[in-house]
């Protein structure tokens, strides 16, 4: 028998009870003896796999660093060229490292982490993870590299695996999309290829990695990484040390005061959106000058941009105050705006209380006499929004907004709520909003007096105006309702109204275009009542209006569908809606969706994961998964049968030697993978229970000897030997019995 | 004939297995040196996770959670996989002397390190179904049938050893003779450990007084051919001082395993002593089926004799 010899190796290999020898060694030396010990040279790692998964974990993260911008595309290729490099070097060199390398690559650590410490030095600010996290991401980056060239043993390349982690989480934080799944897929799967190999190459292991198991602990992986994703607290916004906001471009427009955003310019003035004419960003007709109810784009699934929040809401974008009939306009009062230039983060706060004021409520909104201890502001709710399509340069937040995080020094503050960029809202634009999101409950609402028109200030004077002689039927109606609701507050009146709508108004984008000189609103209301989220608002603000009720148009977005992996809200071309603000004396401006209910709590996570998860495998094309399947299955059945065809014994050698193998392995005896024919023959030999007894072992060296000459040693039996051979072959049958567990089933069943 | 005869004071009782003090088997897979990795694993994902909330981002805690995936596995698989292990012996030598090393061919199920318990010997850690060689030191005579080895394994990550004891089966009984008591150079310059012969005997000293009849034990060297071949029958050589004679050397073990140990070791030392003179020697010995007197040859078989050994019932 061959056997071989592994001992217990030092280094990381040495854990445990007595393969731990420097504990023992340990005790009593001095710290220098532990350092050199420590820094000693390892066994050269000869898994070639072992290198290949450990490089394409490195290049994994540096891609993904890449892929978020966080080092430059020639940085990257430069780095992973040079990775590559450094692991073909690494490998070559393995047994015996180049030391004037190694102190060339010291050299080069030091070079580097003095750059890095210029870079933050000049760019860090104090509590400001974000500002470091580009010069880290090139420390980690260049020091990869470096460490590359220097990767001999084991334990050098576990510390590369672990480094190409630190990279793929720098790529992560920076990440919105979820096709940073594609890199964390890789990384994962480079990973456990890696560590497989490390514990082979740890034990002794040989021959090629077993596939299957390493697809079981991914596996593994994977459910228990959705099970921690699923069992632990989301980040939330409020936790964030840093908030972000950057720039990919810097595009100056051409009006900074207006509203930009036509078709795929960002950077042109907005146009009213018309049936046959140029639609808005996005596909949405809003966000312009004018809103015209009665035409809709097609608004797709593209995603418009990614938002984290607390608390989701309606994304306000601006508001309309002028009704003519067909089309929603800013007045010119209202349309007065304010140029803040203090730098991020701006205070618009300030801003919108002075026009707040100027609209009769109290600063801040809050009037204690008024509704008790039962109004107050929530707490801060932070919303970064990551703009992924070309957009208006309106910047969307929740209601009452008080600091904004802009990457620029000027932001425009609209008397209809509204914040605009002089700049044009390009992808790769960031900016956070933090909103106090006022909390006034449905019970306080419910408290207001019924509103006076004593009450009302004279700038909400364009906010109850109406085209007159067209919505006599429209009040009737609006009275008829409240009075049959009893309603006698504005709140009444307005979830009167709301309850009306909901139970005779029917939702629909597929509509008949409006004609020339149709009321909008008539034709809603008293034809066909199917409409869409702007003819349903639209309607209910001029119900509204007919009994006194100061109301106005806002469009924004809603909340998209959640992304429980980046933790985002993808707010979709589809999810830009119209709804109506009401106004409440003391209180101000109030949203109200007659529309639809919009989930606004905070999803859960992991339903949202299941959920997502259900959806996604049953919409799954099957039938092209299933084909692939098929020739995947018979691809490997043909690879397989071919792969047996060729182990085939072929000639008369190898027929009757596998014909030994076979009988010998059918009496527990397996040939072991170093063990010549000879050698097994001779331990046959010592199996002394075959059914023929001593007759059929003892020609047994023999047989093989004459085996073993005729595959090796140019010699061509004749048909008498042959005939031996086989009958000394054939003669091996384990005697009724004795028949031994073969080591396999024994390993297995023990 | 019985010319010389060393008796040792019996014993009351001997060693049956070159066993240490005897260990209990723990079969119930347990981790070892779980802290470091517990406790690295535990705030490493404290700091991913404080990563992930201070930047807000849902991918940061996407790769913390398959990190975390990752170590748990990493952790807690080997204590699924140490039930598993299994190692069986694939070949063993048949005699070993105390205090030296024995290796034995062993094959494990799965990659494993095995360590030997009951025995002192090296940790060794062997790949799947891959033979290999695990050194097992027997520090007292004895007969050994099965040894006691902790099996380990950290699979798949090498993360987390979880270990169990494992009975390990000898495929056939290993016979731990003694170790010789040194006697002096002599014995170093005549034996070598692993032969266990001789060097030739002298020859023949003395007057020569007659010839008779073979007796049991009687030398080859001292068969007289001529004779032999006149009479018909196998005749040897009779000198005066007759200093040929088998020694007849009768060891009782007591029942305490050193006093036993130390006993046996002067009783081998004697034996190869009086083998390198070429004295021959009839040992007497109990064992578990009885007494046993027989000659002993060589110091292989001396060595299986005193390792067969027990003490014997009429020892004190």
């Known amino acids: ?750 | 004939m019985r010319r010389r005869s060393r008796q040792h004071r019996p014993a009351v009782d001997g060693a049956r297995e070159a066993m240490a003090p005897r260990q209990r088997v723990r079969h119930l897979a347990l981790p070892e040196r779980a802290f470091g990795p517990v406790a690295g694993t535990a705030l490493l994902l404290f700091m991913w996770a404080g990563v992930a909330h201070a930047s807000g981002s849902g991918w940061v805690q996407t790769v913390g959670a398959v990190v975390a995936g990752l170590l748990l596995l990493g952790l807690v698989a080997p204590a699924f996989a140490a039930p598993g292990l299994t190692l069986v012996c694939e070949r063993c030598p048949t005699d070993a002397t105390a205090g030296s090393a024995v290796e034995i061919d062993v094959v494990g199920n799965r990659s494993m390190r095995c360590t030997p318990r009951s025995l002192r010997g090296t940790p060794l850690l062997l790949a799947r179904r891959i033979p290999a060689r695990l050194v097992i030191v027997p520090r007292r005579r004895g007969v050994i049938s099965t040894v006691t080895v902790r099996v380990a394994t950290a699979a798949p990550f090498g993360l987390l050893w979880w270990s169990r004891d494992q009975v390990l089966e000898l495929t056939h009984p290993l016979y731990v003779a003694p170790q010789p008591l040194k006697r002096g150079a002599a014995l170093r310059q005549t034996l070598t450990p692993e032969e266990g012969h001789g060097p030739p005997r002298p020859t023949l000293t003395g007057d020569l007084r007659g010839v008779r009849p073979y007796q049991h034990g009687d030398g080859r060297r001292r068969v007289h051919w001529n004779a032999s071949a006149h009479t018909g029958d196998l005749m040897v050589r009779e000198s005066e001082n007759q200093t040929d004679d088998p020694i007849r050397m009768v060891v009782d073990l007591p029942r305490d395993l050193d006093a036993a140990d130390r006993l046996a070791e002067e009783a081998m030392g004697e034996i190869v002593a009086q083998l390198s003179k070429g004295r021959r020697i009839v040992l007497e010995t109990t064992e578990v089926t009885g007494r046993v007197v027989a000659p002993v040859a060589e110091r292989l078989s001396a060595g299986r004799r005193l390792a067969r050994s027990v003490a014997s019932s009429d020892a004190r």
């Open chain 1, 1 to 750: 028998m061959r056997a071989r010899q592994v001992s217990v190796r030092r280094g990381s290999d040495s854990v445990g009870q007595a393969g731990r020898p420097g504990a023992a060694d340990r005790r009593g030396i001095g710290f220098v003896e532990m350092v050199r010990r420590a820094n000693a040279p390892l066994p050269p790692e000869h898994s070639v796999t072992f290198r290949i998964a450990t490089a394409v974990a490195v290049l994994t993260g540096i891609l993904s660093c890449a892929a978020v911008g966080e080092v430059s595309v020639s940085s990257a290729v430069f780095a992973s060229v040079g990775t590559v490099a450094g692991m073909v070097f690494s490998y070559l060199t393995r047994v015996k490292p180049w030391q004037w390398v190694k102190i060339l690559l010291a050299v080069a650590v030091l070079g580097i982490f003095a750059s890095f410490v210029l870079q933050i030095l000049g760019a860090a600010q104090v509590g400001q993870l974000s500002s470091i996290e580009v010069p880290l991401a090139g420390l980690f980056t260049w020091v990869q590299l470096i460490h590359s060239f220097d990767v001999p043993a084991r334990r050098d390349l576990l510390f590369s695996l672990a480094a190409a982690g630190a990279l793929v989480t720098l790529g992560a934080a920076q990440a919105v999309s979820v096709g940073f799944l594609a890199y964390v897929a890789v990384w994962l799967g480079a990973c456990l290829v890696g560590l497989g190999c490390s514990w082979r190459s740890m034990t002794g292991g040989v021959g090629p990695i077993a596939l299957g198991s390493i697809a079981t602990t991914g596996l593994v992986v994977v459910l228990a990484g959705a099970g921690f994703l699923v069992l632990l607290p989301a980040p939330r916004a409020t936790q964030l040390i840093t908030l972000p906001a950057s720039l990919t471009s810097y595009l100056p427009l051409r009006d900074p005061g207006g509203i930009t955003g036509t078709g795929d310019q960002s950077t042109e003035p907005a146009q009213a959106g018309k049936a046959s004419g140029a639609t808005g960003v996005g596909g949405y007709l809003g966000f312009a000058t004018e809103l015209d109810i009665a035409v809709r784009g097609a608004l797709g699934d593209e995603v418009i941009m990614r938002v984290r929040a607390d608390r989701p809401g309606y994304f306000l974008g601006m508001t309309y105050d002028t009704w003519d009939g067909q089309n929603w306009k800013r007045s010119p009062p209202t349309a007065r705006i304010v140029q803040l230039t203090t730098g991020s983060p701006f205070d618009v706060s300030s801003v919108l209380s002075s026009f707040a004021q100027a609209q009769g409520q109290m600063d801040g909104g809050m009037v204690p006499g008024l509704y008790g201890d039962e109004l107050g502001s929530g707490p801060a709710n932070i919303q970064t929004f990551y703009v992924a399509q070309p957009i208006a340069n309106l910047l969307f937040a929740t209601p009452d907004p008080t600091e904004v995080y802009f990457p620029e020094h000027s932001l425009i503050v609209g008397g209809d709520d509204s914040m605009r960029s002089t700049i044009a809202m390009t992808p790769g634009t960031v900016y956070t909003v933090v909103s106090t999101d006022t909390a006034v409950a449905p019970s306080v609402l419910a408290k207001a007096r019924p509103l006076q028109s004593s009450q009302i200030p004279a700038a909400l004077g364009p906010d109850l105006e109406l085209p007159p002689g067209r919505y006599e039927r429209v009040a009737a109606l609006a009275r008829q309702i409240v009075t049959a609701a009893r309603a006698t507050t504005t709140y009444e009146k307005v979830t009167a109204l709301e309850a009306w709508m909901g139970r005779n108004v029917r939702y629909s984008t597929d509509i008949p275009p409006l004609l020339a000189g149709q009321d909008a609103v008539n034709q809603f209301l008293f034809g066909s009542r199917v409409g869409y989220c702007e003819q349903i608002s639209t309607s209910l603000a001029v119900m509204l209006r007919t009994l006194g009720v100061p109301t106005r148009e806002a469009i924004g977005y809603v909340p998209g569908p959640f992304d429980p992996l980046s933790d985002l809200y993808e707010i979709q071309a589809r999810d830009a809606h119209a709804w109506v603000q009401v106004w409440f004396p003391e209180v101000g401006w109030q949203n109200f969706d007659p529309t639809a209910q919009v989930p606004l709590a905070p999803p859960d996570p992991g339903a949202v994961l299941l959920s997502d998860l259900g959806h996604a495998i049953a919409n799954l094309p099957w039938a092209p998964i299933g084909g692939g399947l098929g020739a995947i299955a018979t691809g490997a059945f043909v690879a397989l049968a071919v792969r047996r065809r060729r182990r085939r014994p072929t000639g008369w050698v190898g027929r009757v030697t596998a014909e030994l193998e076979r009988r010998g392995a059918a009496a527990g005896l397996r040939r072991w993978p170093t063990e010549t024919l000879g050698e097994y023959a001779s331990r046959l030999g010592t199996f002394d229970r075959w059914r023929a007894g001593p007759t059929a072992t003892a020609p047994l060296r023999a047989a093989s000897a004459l085996l073993e000459r005729a595959a090796y040693g140019y010699y061509e039996p004749d048909a008498g030997t042959r005939a031996f051979v086989e009958d000394v072959v054939r003669g091996l049958h384990p005697a009724r019995g004795s028949r031994r567990r073969s080591p396999r089933r024994r390993l297995t069943t023990a």
